[in-house]
């Protein structure tokens, strides 16, 4: 047998199961669910010596790489664990236990008739594969996330965090033993991702974490409904009307805090008018942390940085590097950004609620903030308890993706020997279509 059969071959076998386990662990009740969830998380810090040597040995691994300029330092730095980041991610998953039940939920209910009562009810999505690259705490937040919203999940790691991402499923599978088999499955050969792209008979969502390249491969290998983003590109627009202090410590915590995350800021845009107050003190704060600087030539002629060129506009740098353009106003800011973001987060810093109204409308953006740094798009800090990820896209679920992104719903339908046949003819029966005040439960409410 050839290896790429045989690869196909553990693929399929892997997606049977978890498609087993999907349909049991959907009907496993809450109670079950965070009991695995708290367990993992004891687990995690039992286990705290054997997952940081595993990262360790990925760390110095992905650190030659970087030597050899295969690598970069922001991949390097996102790949890194240490004691208080895992105990972190502990507390994570705790926290999603916490969150109330995603599933069973009655979203609405309505009466067809007497006794003829229609609920639409929020359900899990069913196998869901992640493929995410460089962050092994990533594989514990969509692992807890699924589990919580009884889906099953297949992980898919990069290859740069191997180590740690085998003893991380080792460990989650171990906690939750008493869970259906299956219910979380670990792939790591390339072949493998592609057979499960193949698989939308069975597979009913992917999820990418990445690069723009890679999360376009996904989107353009595979019939199954992505849910991603392809790029990071976040604007922060200083308004002529803004809290000079309070710009220039939002643009700075934008960039500076954690640079290599989709949900750094990557071009600042100043409104002229306040540029030669704002720009030469900020200019020398992130030349002092360390950040490379590009300008338009107006912004050249107000700080000595390099020059800026049309692909900067377009570049999620992912590292301590910043392009630097002037606007007229909020509309040029809202203008350019539309041309130029990737509809991740944008943000404006202004006391003027007109200019924040029309930039927090104008802009097609997953989030929009005022007054507050680009990184707290995310679902930890939205209180969400973690995400598996951040959706650009429209359609079912857009930002930060929690637990409510993880579900979709079925309809209930309650009748009593109801047929269609007597709502038809000279002598139909009305339905009423009355809006109901009550919540589904088994068997009838």
């Not at 705790?94 to 006794?115: H, I, K, M, N, Y």
């Not at 999360?215 to 991603?228: A, E, F, H, M, R």
């Amino acid at each position: 047998m050839s290896e790429t059969t045989e690869i196909e071959r553990d693929a399929d076998e892997l997606v049977e199961g978890s498609q087993r386990a999907a349909l049991r662990l959907a009907n496993a009740d809450e109670a079950t669910r965070n009991e695995g969830l708290r367990s993992i998380a004891d687990a995690l810090r039992a286990n705290e010596a054997e997952v940081l040597e595993a990262n360790e040995r990925d760390v110095e691994a992905a650190e030659e790489m970087l030597d050899r300029g295969e690598y970069t330092q922001a991949l390097v730095d996102r790949l890194k664990l240490d004691a208080a980041k895992l105990d972190d991610v502990a507390e994570m998953v705790e926290s999603v236990a916490e969150q109330d039940d995603p599933l069973g939920r009655t979203l609405s209910a309505r009466e067809l008739d007497e006794g003829l009562e229609l609920f639409r009810v929020s359900v899990p999505i069913g196998v869901v594969a992640t493929v995410f690259e460089s962050r092994p705490d990533a594989l514990v937040q969509i692992a807890a996330l699924a589990l919580k919203s009884g889906n099953a999940v297949i992980l898919k790691g990069g290859s740069e965090a191997s180590e740690s991402n085998r003893v991380l499923h080792r460990v989650i599978r171990e906690a939750t033993a008493d869970l259906p088999d299956g219910w979380a499955g670990l792939v790591e050969a390339h072949e493998e991702v592609d057979r499960l792209l193949e698989r939308d008979d069975a597979v009913d969502l992917v999820m990418p974490r990445g690069s723009s390249e890679f999360v376009s491969y996904i989107q353009d290998n595979t019939q199954i409904p992505v849910l991603g983003h392809t790029e990071g590109i976040c604007h922060v627009y200083v308004d002529d009307d803004a809290d000079r202090e309070m710009a220039a410590d939002v643009a700075f915590d934008a960039k500076v805090q954690y640079p290599a995350v989709c949900n750094a800021v990557e071009t600042l845009l100043v409104n002229e008018s306040v540029a030669p107050d704002l720009l030469p003190d900020l200019v020398e704060r992130y030349e002092a942390a360390g950040v490379e600087l590009r300008g338009d030539a107006a912004t050249r002629e107000i700080v000595d940085i390099g020059a800026a060129t049309d692909d900067d506009w377009d570049t999620e740098y992912g590292d301590l590097e910043l392009s630097i353009k002037l606007v007229d106003d909020v509309y040029d800011a809202v203008e350019h950004v539309n041309a130029h973001g990737s509809k991740h987060t944008e943000s404006i810093v202004t006391e003027d609620q007109a200019a924040a109204e029309a930039f927090m409308t104008g802009i097609d953006a997953a989030s929009v903030f005022h007054n507050a740094s680009t990184r707290f798009a995310d679902g930890y800090r939205y209180g969400l308890g973690a995400e598996v990820g951040i959706s650009t896209g429209k359609v079912h679920a857009r930002g930060p993706v929690g637990l409510d992104g993880l579900t979709t719903y079925k309809y209930y339908l309650e009748g009593d020997g109801h047929l269609v046949a007597s709502y038809s003819g000279e002598d139909a029966l009305p339905y009423t279509h009355r809006e109901l005040d009550a919540e589904w439960e088994f068997g009838g409410r």
